[in-house]
């Protein structure tokens, strides 16, 4: 299953495997395939150099990649206290009153609320890619459009290919202006942030848009026969998000989520604002329903909307809330049947592109 581009980065199968999870990052990896950790999460530059260290160790060498959330124009000068300042009070209150209705407790005296959403910020970003720029990662992504120029030209400097996503055309045709190396076509169906067009239409269009750049696709891919049909569409690889989260490797928070997304159909997503306060496909829940409620106060902008809900988000997963418990993840949940290692997952998808090569050679009258 290779392709000029997964060639060039020296890997046996165009599957690239975007993760929060490094263990699920390097297996993906050493199953042949190329690793994208996700940086977001990061919000300590010594947090990340532990789990890149633990990717060199855990990688045999071979190549992987680095995710970031980092904005086209540069922002300077605005801490995370000045931005906290700015959610309104009403939004708090409503937060709290969703919380209390569903009888979700504090978290346990002295834990701290978790995760919180600052890796949109221009100093953690920077952050992050000072610690990167010390590893041989080989190709960095960005989930908000192209990078800052500088950001650019130093991952070049660094033998770095740099990728970034895209839900048009035209978001598309601006990457490459920009100087981007590789367009990933997200569609409609994908976990987290997407855009408005479906992947079997926005493919083909960013194929054109950009040629001759590598495009990956990206958005209910999770099968070997998708992932063909990607190759169809014109695509060099796919990229995948979500089917990694159901694996053995997997570092859920919460085993009753992992259930939750087990049993999930693919109607079960929703795109809402209620997580960052850009549309983000995640499990529907009580609690991306009340943020769409038009008899609330509806979301905030990001990054205020999660830096809103951050705390609120650490006491649902601490006390695995039922009804409010969620995460993102594409429509492509509906598949996600059955925990598997991360190298199952990667031989079930090159057995099913085998499988859809065979078909097609028959259609073709090759076979």
Request: hydrophobic residues 40%; glycine residues 12%.
């Amino acid at each position: 299953m290779q392709t000029e581009l997964s060639k060039k980065l020296g890997v046996e199968h165009a599957l690239f495997g975007f993760t929060p999870f490094p263990a699920v990052a390097a297996a993906l990896t050493r199953a042949g395939g190329f690793g994208v950790l996700g940086a977001v999460r990061y919000a300590a530059g010594d947090e990340l150099k532990r789990d890149l260290d633990w990717m060199q160790d855990h990688t045999d060498g071979l190549p992987y990649g680095l995710d970031v959330v980092m904005p086209a124009k540069k922002v300077e000068g605005v801490t995370e206290e000045q931005v906290e300042a700015m959610i309104p009070e009403q939004h708090r209150s409503y937060a709290q009153e969703v919380l209390e209705r569903y009888g979700v407790p504090p978290l346990p005296e002295g834990e701290e609320g978790g995760w919180r959403i600052t890796g949109w910020m221009e100093s953690v970003a920077r952050s992050q890619l000072d610690v990167a720029f010390d590893y041989p990662v080989k190709l960095l992504a960005n989930a908000l459009g192209s990078p800052p120029p500088d950001v650019v030209e130093r991952a070049h400097r660094h033998g770095m290919l740099v990728a970034a996503l895209a839900g048009s055309a035209h978001h598309a045709r601006r990457h490459k202006e920009a100087g981007i190396d590789v367009v990933v076509a997200q569609g409609y169906e994908a976990g987290g942030h997407t855009g408005e067009i479906g992947s079997m239409v926005l493919t083909p269009e960013i194929v054109e848009a950009v040629d001759p750049l590598p495009v990956l696709a990206a958005g209910g891919i999770g099968t070997g026969s998708q992932v063909a049909a990607a190759f169809a569409l014109g695509a060099q690889g796919a990229w995948l998000g979500s089917v990694w989260l159901t694996t053995t490797e997997a570092e859920l928070h919460s085993r009753r989520l992992t259930e939750k997304l087990l049993a999930a159909g693919s109607g079960d997503t929703v795109r809402s604002r209620a997580l960052t306060g850009k549309p983000a496909r995640q499990l529907r829940t009580a609690w991306t329903d009340a943020w769409d409620d038009p008899e609330g106060p509806g979301p905030l902008p990001m990054p205020l909307q999660g830096l809103l809900v951050a705390e609120a988000n650490s006491r649902i997963q601490h006390h695995e809330t039922e009804e409010l418990l969620g995460t993102p993840v594409g429509q492509i949940v509906g598949s996600m049947n059955s925990e598997r290692s991360v190298q199952a997952v990667v031989d079930d998808l090159t057995r099913g592109f085998e499988r859809a090569v065979r078909r097609l050679d028959r259609v073709a009258g090759n076979g």
